[in-house]
């Protein structure tokens, strides 16, 4: 399989495959369920969630768990991790690259937690317009948080972990979005921690003409 960047070929791997087995754990399940909770109480009438980037479904557990109706959808790349997606039940799941996959449908939220982190920044224009599109009224970033763009080495790997202001890219981007809330989890919270996750709830609010 070819990809668009050397990073995609990088998470579709090898590497992409030792990633589920270093972060597959239940604390991080229960840690996401406080995450996510905190983040849904700034957000009405969530029916439908997507998420790109899913790995195994660790976020999308979580939010099962939340909103145990919602229609909930999960894209990844990396075929190990989709098969072991396949097996939760009420996920609907497209493996594919953020980049490449054609999105026709609309989810109330839209959303990525440590994904834009990995991707290459020259194409970022193109996974800030499937989060766009792919919402019909929220998008959350949960990423690396820097002011101004960096690049990091990534456990011995170059231009495989970049920082940035994702969100206000976005919001510079689409006019009609709005910051309803933020958020930061440090790895070191006595109880849920997270790896120091920056995350932005945004809203498309309606534009007067």
Same mark, same amino acid.
Request: aromatic content about 12%.
């Given at each position: 399989?070819?990809?668009? /960047?050397?990073? *995609?070929?990088?998470?579709?791997?090898?590497?992409?495959?030792?990633?589920?087995?270093?972060?597959?754990?239940?604390?991080?399940?229960? $840690?996401?369920?406080?995450?996510?909770?905190?983040?849904? /109480?700034?957000? $009405?009438?969530?029916? $439908?969630?997507? *998420?790109? !980037?899913?790995?195994?479904?660790?976020?999308?557990?979580?939010?099962?768990?939340?909103?145990?109706?919602?229609?909930?959808?999960?894209?990844?790349?990396?075929?190990?991790?989709?098969?072991?997606?396949?097996?939760?039940? !009420?996920?609907?799941?497209?493996?594919?690259?953020?980049?490449?996959? *054609?999105?026709?449908? /609309?989810?109330?939220?839209?959303?990525?937690?440590?994904?834009?982190?990995?991707?290459?920044?020259?194409?970022?224009?193109?996974?800030?317009?499937?989060?766009?599109?792919?919402?019909?009224? &929220?998008?959350?970033?949960?990423? &690396? &948080?820097?002011?101004?763009?960096?690049?990091?080495?990534?456990?011995?790997? $170059?231009?495989?972990?970049?920082?940035?202001?994702?969100?206000? *890219?976005?919001?510079?981007?689409? /006019?009609?979005?709005?910051?309803?809330?933020? !958020?930061?989890? &440090?790895?070191?919270?006595?109880?849920?921690?997270?790896?120091?996750?920056?995350?932005?709830?945004?809203?498309?609010?309606?534009?007067?003409?």
């Amino acid at each position: 399989m070819t990809f668009k /960047t050397e990073q *995609e070929a990088f998470w579709h791997g090898e590497f992409g495959s030792a990633y589920i087995d270093r972060n597959k754990n239940v604390q991080n399940i229960a $840690s996401n369920i406080h995450l996510f909770s905190r983040i849904l /109480t700034a957000t $009405s009438d969530i029916n $439908s969630i997507i *998420e790109f !980037g899913s790995n195994v479904g660790l976020n999308l557990i979580a939010l099962q768990q939340l909103k145990p109706s919602a229609d909930l959808c999960g894209i990844e790349i990396n075929p190990q991790a989709v098969r072991e997606l396949q097996q939760l039940r !009420g996920i609907n799941v497209i493996e594919g690259s953020m980049l490449e996959i *054609e999105i026709n449908d /609309t989810w109330d939220l839209s959303f990525t937690k440590g994904v834009l982190i990995h991707l290459n920044p020259d194409y970022l224009s193109i996974a800030y317009q499937q989060l766009y599109a792919a919402s019909r009224k &929220y998008i959350l970033i949960a990423e &690396y &948080y820097n002011p101004t763009p960096l690049s990091l080495n990534y456990r011995g790997h $170059s231009d495989r972990l970049f920082k940035r202001d994702f969100a206000g *890219e976005l919001m510079d981007r689409y /006019t009609d979005l709005e910051l309803v809330d933020y !958020g930061f989890v &440090y790895h070191r919270d006595p109880n849920f921690k997270q790896d120091d996750v920056t995350w932005f709830l945004l809203e498309k609010i309606k534009v007067d003409k």
